[in-house]
């Protein structure tokens, strides 16, 4: 039976007038709760077909309380749009973040190189680049242990250059045919569809525990390289060897490698496993919030170039892509830096969109015989076939070149041009228009031309067979603290192996790399025995160490692009703080305010002094050292506080400089704290900065057994 219409239903007449692109668009809503208050012109709405719009609010119904109606248009449009709004994500690297910027080359590669970026000096090369992990889908966390990826798209005159590499100078496999399976083993198990974001698990340890050559790569991914701080302070590389060209076709071999103007860093275990929860988006957050405050990270970018004569000489096979070439054989040398100062208008036009390939190079930049780039070479444009829907992806702005681009390709779905050549001819040869692009000789991309014998077949060079040597290299070159730290995360990972066989193998292949790691991370497993190493193909080799390789030695001892955190409360000493304030600024840092209300805290004086963060949402994970102004009632007060004794208990464990004052004590206290050198007063804002410049590396084995 059709109801009356109530006073309510009844209020519901037809919408406002259509507002006119100069008046306001502000207005009530039927039920008269929608207010609209930005100002300025507002052009109308319209659908996609450019339909104006007169009511966003409802559907069109048969009647105010009736069933909606098939006719409606406009919402059909806005809901079939939206219900395709997600494309596919990537396999590998689903989570990612970028921003614009640019290239300059300050030294010339001209005697190597016919490659312009490569060779001429001074010119900003428009980039794009893209950070991410690997395993994690693309709502995964940003501090996983995990490898990050660094893609770095360059919009060259000849064309775009796509340096796809990561922040691990070396890969786990050598042969793109055992790409799927190792993705397939490191993401989350088929049947039960975890873990997410991680490779503590049985398919990841046993893939590797069968696949000796991951061995290297695997200590590269359990040492802190892999638990960056910052996007802004990690190493890239483009792994791979590649070849350059010079205008008389001679070839060098070249890799690339980025490194951080702020130097590089990393966390803790614990601090990132902990910003898991305080920040999904710690990295991302971090890179925005330097781009938005004009702290424009940058990178240097250097070559190692080498010959096919000098590659002989080297105790490994360049062309593996398990091998690095440590920089004590072949000096890096720096050629030019890339600046991000632009962060995208949209994310999902530009960083979900964004393309890259490793098969994208300029004339005078060629391929290496490398099994795993030779397989990648295939892969990138074929998964953006289906991940962008079909071939005309190139003419998504983010990835069409800036230089001018012209050839014969038509047509596809979502073709977007109507090419500037009109006419008949969509074919090459042809007589019968003019200026129709044609192949060059001289400017056209040229292949090396490399002789080569042999036999065909499905093998693998034996001058790849030695899995070991570079591992025990990587893992000897490290420091004490950052072996006890990749002897931790491998008790870590393997006690996640549920699978005894699995574990035991994996501690095998460590017997290669280093028996007392082996016989550390046996103990830290409470294995009885030792397990026993398996047989190898070639001797291991005791390679020079390479000293380069470590992080915690070439830490930059700075507070440029770090955060500081100081914890203020109702009553704390205005005067303290802005002194604090002010020198960790001088020196660089980003300081925030914490309290216990995101309002802010009244001062001594009266003031109110607002907050960047409440106490309970902002842990001190977030900052790479804190510091504290508190009344010794309000300290009083926050010792009863579980957020604020974490704030610091954390702190310390995460080996950062506190700045804590008389008032602070009672919460040191509660949290155990035992004050040592990296604990000073925030009047001694020197001392603080002094302490704050690098981690308190000696309070570690204080604060946690490392295996
Ligand atoms: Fe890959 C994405 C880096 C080996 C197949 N890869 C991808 C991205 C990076 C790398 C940084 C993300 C790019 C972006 O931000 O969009 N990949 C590497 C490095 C490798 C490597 C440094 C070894 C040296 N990759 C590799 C192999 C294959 C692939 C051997 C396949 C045979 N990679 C892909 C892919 C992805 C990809 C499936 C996923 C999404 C995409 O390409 O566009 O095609």
Redesign the pocket.
């Known amino acids: 039976m059709a109801r009356p219409p109530t006073s309510r239903s009844a209020a519901h007449k037809s919408p406002p007038a259509l507002p006119s692109s100069t008046q306001s668009n502000s207005f009530r809503g039927n039920a008269g709760e929608l207010q609209q208050q930005a100002g300025g012109k507002h052009p109308v709405l319209t659908t996609q077909q450019g339909i104006p719009v007169a009511d966003n609010q409802n559907s069109l119904r048969t009647a105010p309380r009736g069933p909606t109606l098939l006719e409606d248009f406009i919402l059909r449009e806005k809901i079939t749009h939206f219900d395709h709004e997600r494309i596919p994500e990537?396999?590998?690297?689903a989570r990612?973040t970028?921003a614009h910027g640019f290239f300059e080359l300050t030294h010339s590669l001209k005697k190597y190189t016919t490659a312009k970026v490569l060779t001429d000096i001074g010119g900003h090369t428009p980039v794009f680049t893209?950070f991410?992990t690997v395993a994690g889908g693309a709502g995964s966390v940003d501090t996983p242990r995990d490898v990050r990826?660094?893609?770095v798209k360059f919009y060259t005159p000849e064309g775009n250059w796509d340096l796809?590499?990561?922040n691990i100078p070396v890969?786990f496999?050598q042969d793109?045919m055992k790409?799927p399976d190792l993705v397939h083993a490191v993401k989350m198990e088929p049947d039960r569809g975890f873990p997410q974001a991680a490779s503590a698990h049985d398919t990841f340890w046993d893939f590797v525990s069968l696949m000796p050559e991951t061995l290297h790569m695997v200590m590269w991914a359990m040492s802190d390289r892999t638990i960056p701080r910052s996007l802004r302070m990690m190493e890239g590389f483009g792994?791979?060897s590649f070849r350059l060209l010079n205008a008389a076709g001679e070839s060098t071999f070249v890799k690339f490698h980025w490194r951080p103007k702020l130097g590089i860093q990393s966390t803790v275990w614990d601090e990132a496993v902990k910003l898991q929860s305080a920040d999904n988006d710690f990295h991302r957050r971090d890179l925005f919030e330097a781009i938005e405050a004009g702290d424009f990270p940058e990178w240097e970018l250097s070559v190692q170039l080498f010959t096919e004569q000098d590659a002989e000489r080297f105790p490994f096979d360049h062309l593996d892509?398990t091998k690095l070439i440590p920089e004590e054989l072949v000096p890096l040398q720096p050629i030019g830096r890339m600046v991000l100062n632009r962060w995208p208008d949209n994310f999902f036009a530009e960083t979900e969109q964004?393309?890259?390939c490793p098969a994208n190079v300029p004339p005078g930049i060629d391929f290496s015989n490398d099994p795993?780039?030779q397989?990648?070479l295939?892969?990138?444009l074929?998964?953006?076939l289906s991940?962008l829907g079909g071939p005309n992806f190139t003419q998504i702005p983010i990835n069409a070149p800036k230089c001018p681009f012209h050839n014969m390709q038509r047509d596809g779905h979502m073709q977007m041009q109507v090419q500037a050549l009109k006419g008949r001819v969509n074919y090459e040869p042809s007589s019968l228009l003019a200026d129709t692009p044609r192949a060059s000789q001289a400017q056209g991309f040229r292949h090396f031309a490399q002789a080569d014998d042999g036999v065909k077949g499905r093998v693998r060079a034996e001058s790849f067979a030695d899995h070991y040597s570079q591992a025990r290299m990587f893992y000897r070159s490290q420091s004490p603290l950052e072996q006890a730290h990749m002897a931790s995360a491998l008790v870590f990972e393997l006690s996640k192996v549920g699978t005894p066989h699995v574990r035991e193998a994996a501690v095998g292949h460590l017997q290669h790399v280093d028996p007392d790691l082996a016989q550390r991370v046996a103990d830290g497993l409470g294995l009885q025995t030792l397990p026993p190493a398996p047989a190898t193909t070639e001797p291991v080799q005791d390679l020079p160490l390479s000293p380069a390789l470590r992080i915690i030695d070439r830490m930059k001892p700075t507070l440029q692009g770090r955060c500081i955190g100081i914890l203020v409360a109702d009553g704390s000493n205005g005067t303290s703080v802005a002194n604090l304030r002010k020198a960790l600024e001088k020196v660089g840092a980003t300081v925030k305010i914490v309290a216990p209300k995101v309002g802010g805290a009244v001062l001594k004086d009266g003031t109110l002094l607002p907050a960047d963060g409440q106490l309970a949402g902002t842990p001190s994970v977030v900052f790479d050292a804190v510091a504290s102004v508190l009344s010794p009632a309000m300290g009083a007060q926050l010792a009863k506080e579980a957020a604020a004794v974490d704030w610091f208990r954390d702190a310390f464990g995460h080996l950062k400089a506190i700045a804590a004052c008389k008032g602070t004590q009672a919460i040191l206290q509660a949290g155990g704290i035992e004050p040592d050198a990296g604990v000073v007063d925030p009047a001694d804002a020197q001392g603080f900065i002094a302490a704050a410049q690098t981690r308190q590396w000696g309070r570690e084995p204080k604060v946690r057994t490392l295996a």
């Open positions: 990537r396999i590998v690297h990612g970028a893209r991410s990826g660094f893609a796809v590499g990561n890969f496999i793109a790409f792994v791979h892509p964004v393309a890259f795993l780039l397989g990648r295939f892969s990138y074929d998964t953006q991940r």
